[in-house]
């Protein structure tokens, strides 16, 4: 069974940082894409980043771009997002979704983790 | 605003179906065949129900299928159920990964 369990997420002040995990079990974690996409409040689903199986390909939402940084460790299973110069508009819940494939191209996230909550806030 | 354009709102009776449009330009929705569906529950994860424009999950009820016409994707849900009641957004792409902005399915 898939798990994926998001931590990191709490209240920071504007231009501070925060650093998301994610957690991945279940499944051989260096075969698969991952994304990270988030969810203001009371809003829709936002794409935010990704990365591939290997972590040799990044891609960002312009929203993002030169702000927050994708990475993973292949051996510790684990997914990260570094989050800089946090902006209020960044508050939302952050989800780690398992892509489908290697690659986001074409891809889709067909697992997803319960989300932690990202606040920021003075 | 997002990419994709869904309806604020729909809903249906018990046993009734309902269809969710989605639509796009020829540089996402219309120009690959890579839509998905993801159900989302108040205060839950988003859930994957279909992918690829029509096929299901291993998991997801037959009730649910998926369609494209041009740069309009569509999900049906036949057979209302009261647990159907939800969130749902699609997803193609364009330089990126892009959703839509929701559908709240109302069950009367």
């Known amino acids: 069974e898939v798990q994926l369990l998001e931590s990191g997420g709490g209240l920071v002040q504007p231009g501070g940082s925060l650093r998301l995990s994610c957690a991945a079990s279940g499944f051989t974690f260096s075969s698969y894409a991952m994304s990270w996409v988030r969810q203001a409040p009371g809003k829709g689903l936002e794409w935010v980043s990704a990365?591939?199986?290997?972590?040799?390909?990044?891609y960002y939402a312009d929203s993002v771009k030169g702000r927050f940084t994708i990475s993973r460790d292949n051996s510790k299973n684990t997914l990260y997002l570094q989050m800089n110069s946090l902006r209020a508009e960044d508050t939302a819940v952050y989800y780690c979704a398992k892509e489908r494939y290697d690659y986001i191209w074409g891809s889709y996230r067909s697992d997803w983790g319960q989300g932690t909550l990202v606040t920021v806030s003075s | 605003q997002s990419a994709l354009t869904q309806p604020a709102s729909v809903s249906g009776s018990p046993g009734q179906s309902i269809t969710i449009s989605c639509t796009g330009t020829s540089s996402d929705v219309g120009g690959y065949n890579y839509v998905s569906w993801y159900q989302q529950h108040p205060g839950k994860a988003p859930k994957l129900m279909i992918y690829?424009?029509?096929n299901r999950p291993s998991g997801v009820s037959n009730r649910f299928s998926g369609s494209k016409s041009g740069n309009t994707a569509s999900l049906t849900i036949s057979g209302l159920q009261a647990e159907d009641e939800a969130d749902y957004y699609c997803?193609?792409?364009?330089?990126?990964?892009?959703f839509g902005g929701g559908t709240k399915l109302t069950v009367l």
């Open positions: 990365i591939s199986g290997s972590g040799g390909s990044t």
């Open positions: 997803s193609s792409y364009t330089r990126n990964v892009v």
């Open positions: 690829e424009v029509s």
